[in-house]
């Protein structure tokens, strides 16, 4: 794994945060595939199983963490695992009060440039 690998796929992933963060649809484009989904086990213990362009709406339609005056504190990248020239696994947490996310990101490199094409979470609600 190279540093230029390892900077590419951050930038991504920095992308994708700053996306989440400020409420900007188009920065989540951007780092995620157009055919990437998010995947979870809701509450009642079935699988939530997100297209990339739902999770837009969604966005669009709530209050950005920015805008709420939250901070970016919880941000931390844990882990980048790279395998192979186009692959590559990231494991980070951040928040959107009042819930903490642990993400799992599986990054693809298409056409010369690194996206998230499946996105697997786990929420936890926040606590003082």
């Given at each position: 794994?190279?540093?230029?690998?390892?900077?590419?796929?951050?930038?991504?992933?920095?992308?994708?945060?700053?996306?989440?963060?400020?409420?900007?649809?188009?920065?989540?484009?951007?780092?995620?595939?157009?055919?990437?989904?998010?995947?979870?086990?809701?509450?009642?213990?079935?699988?939530?199983?997100?297209?990339?362009?739902?999770?837009?709406?969604?966005?669009?339609?709530?209050?950005?963490?920015?805008?709420?005056?939250?901070?970016?504190e919880h941000e931390r990248i844990l882990s980048v695992d790279i395998t192979g020239p186009n692959t590559a696994l990231v494991k980070l947490n951040c928040a959107i009060a009042p819930r903490f996310f642990t993400d799992y990101l599986s990054l693809?490199?298409?056409?010369?440039?690194?996206?998230?094409?499946?996105?697997?979470?786990?929420?936890?609600?926040?606590?003082?």
């Amino acid at each position: 794994m190279s540093n230029a690998q390892i900077n590419d796929i951050l930038a991504t992933v920095q992308v994708y945060l700053d996306g989440l963060f400020e409420g900007d649809t188009a920065k989540i484009r951007q780092s995620f595939h157009p055919a990437s989904s998010l995947f979870a086990v809701a509450a009642d213990g079935k699988l939530v199983n997100m297209p990339r362009e739902e999770w837009c709406k969604m966005i669009e339609g709530r209050a950005s963490p920015k805008a709420s005056g939250m901070t970016r504190e919880h941000e931390r990248i844990l882990s980048v695992d790279i395998t192979g020239p186009n692959t590559a696994l990231v494991k980070l947490n951040c928040a959107i009060a009042p819930r903490f996310f642990t993400d799992y990101l599986s990054l693809i490199k298409l056409d010369g440039r690194w996206v998230v094409i499946n996105k697997t979470f786990v929420a936890e609600t926040l606590t003082a």
